[in-house]
């Protein structure tokens, strides 16, 4: 099998450049190899050293490379373009840098989105001249990403940001050329907005350049909706758990794959809440020993 598979800071805690809470990113790399990963994401840039000269020989020392880096900004707000634009291109040379492929873009989480996570019925929607501006802010960086830095681009649903639900990916694939924007897939963010990983797959593999391996707890999904649960609440109740524990079927994504010739990598990413029973280590031992027992 050609198929890779790595790991992210955010598996960590890591969703800022920097907080006094956070280990250090030379404790993330060898919690990470020694939990049996030889890739690993970037994190928010930042977290990582810039300088090539410094991080690089640290993944050498460690038998690990960069598969890839985030920008989770938020691209919903006009207010943020100088903010987006400044991730966007520190990364892409970061990525350039270390030889990786993958820019991935995830609108973050917005105060408008965040009451109705895994309920499209109810969040709200962009009218037609936001929606507008919005797609073509993502277009900007994805066509910079492929274009100027030579990167495979893929747009990341995630949970309480305006690119959520499967409709909303669906038009912005649409309205977005194929050929600066591809697909990174979360297949717990597509379970937590309410629909089918596995049938997405079907309908998109052509267009899917890279996938995030996540889980999301059936019983708590339940609960939170149910009650009308917020994003950040229901990360506090566990809503992500370990990797063969909750409603993804990744046996059937793993045959997706294969049916579709899939190569690279697939990165877990475990979003984790410190607070919870059980540690970043632990967890990324479990997630990597479960994906083995499975054929990856």
């Given at each position: 099998?050609?198929?890779?598979?790595?790991?992210?800071?955010?598996?960590?805690?890591?969703?800022?450049?920097?907080?006094?809470?956070?280990?250090?990113?030379?404790?993330?790399?060898?919690?990470?190899?020694?939990?049996?990963?030889?890739?690993?994401?970037?994190?928010?840039?930042?977290?990582?050293?810039?300088?090539?000269?410094?991080?690089?020989?640290?993944?050498?020392?460690?038998?690990?490379?960069?598969?890839?880096?985030?920008?989770?900004?938020?691209?919903?707000?006009?207010?943020?373009?100088?903010?987006?634009?400044?991730a966007s291109v520190r990364t892409c040379k970061a990525l350039v840098?270390?030889?990786?492929?993958?820019?991935?873009?995830?609108?973050?989480?917005?105060?408008?989105?965040?009451?109705?996570?895994?309920?499209?019925?109810?969040?709200?929607?962009?009218?037609?001249?936001?929606?507008?501006?919005?797609?073509?802010?993502?277009?900007?960086?994805?066509?910079?990403?492929?274009?100027?830095?030579?990167?495979?681009?893929?747009?990341?649903?995630?949970?309480?940001?305006?690119?959520?639900?499967?409709?909303?990916?669906?038009?912005l694939l649409d309205e977005v050329d194929e050929s600066i924007l591809?697909?990174?897939?979360?297949?717990?963010?597509?379970?937590?907005?309410?629909?089918?990983?596995?049938?997405?797959?079907?309908?998109h593999m052509s267009r899917i350049s890279y996938m995030h391996f996540?889980?999301?707890?059936?019983?708590?999904?339940?609960?939170?909706?149910?009650?009308?649960?917020?994003?950040?609440?229901?990360?506090?109740?566990?809503?992500?758990?370990?990797?063969?524990?909750?409603?993804?079927?990744?046996?059937?994504?793993?045959?997706?794959?294969?049916?579709?010739?899939?190569?690279?990598?697939?990165?877990?990413?475990?979003?984790?809440?410190?607070?919870?029973?059980?540690?970043?280590?632990?967890?990324?031992?479990?997630?990597?020993?479960?994906?083995?027992?499975?054929?990856?």
């Open positions: 099998m050609t198929i890779k598979i790595g790991n992210a800071p955010c598996s960590w805690g890591i969703e800022f450049p920097s907080d006094p809470a956070y280990p250090t990113w030379q404790s993330v790399l060898d919690q990470c190899a020694g939990a049996g990963y030889t890739g690993i994401e970037l994190g928010p840039i930042g977290f990582m050293p810039e300088d090539p000269n410094v991080l690089a020989p640290a993944l050498a020392e460690r038998g690990m490379e960069i598969i890839g880096g985030v920008v989770f900004r938020a691209f919903h707000n006009a207010a943020m373009w100088d903010d987006v634009m400044d840098a270390h030889g990786a492929e993958h820019l991935v873009l995830i609108d973050s989480i917005s105060p408008r989105r965040a009451p109705t996570a895994g309920r499209a019925d109810e969040a709200e929607q962009m009218d037609k001249s936001e929606w507008t501006a919005y797609r073509n802010r993502i277009s900007t960086i994805a066509k910079m990403g492929a274009e100027e830095y030579g990167l495979t681009v893929g747009i990341h649903a995630h949970a309480a940001g305006f690119m959520d639900f499967e409709p909303e990916l669906e038009r591809k697909i990174c897939f979360d297949t717990g963010h597509h379970s937590y907005a309410g629909f089918d990983p596995v049938a997405f797959m079907e309908r996540k889980d999301i707890n059936p019983v708590v999904k339940a609960d939170v909706v149910a009650r009308r649960t917020d994003f950040y609440t229901a990360c506090g109740h566990g809503i992500f758990c370990n990797l063969g524990d909750g409603d993804v079927d990744f046996p059937a994504v793993r045959q997706r794959l294969l049916d579709a010739g899939f190569t690279g990598w697939c990165t877990v990413e475990q979003d984790c809440d410190p607070s919870l029973p059980g540690t970043p280590l632990e967890d990324a031992r479990a997630n990597r020993e479960y994906l083995q027992s499975i054929g990856f």
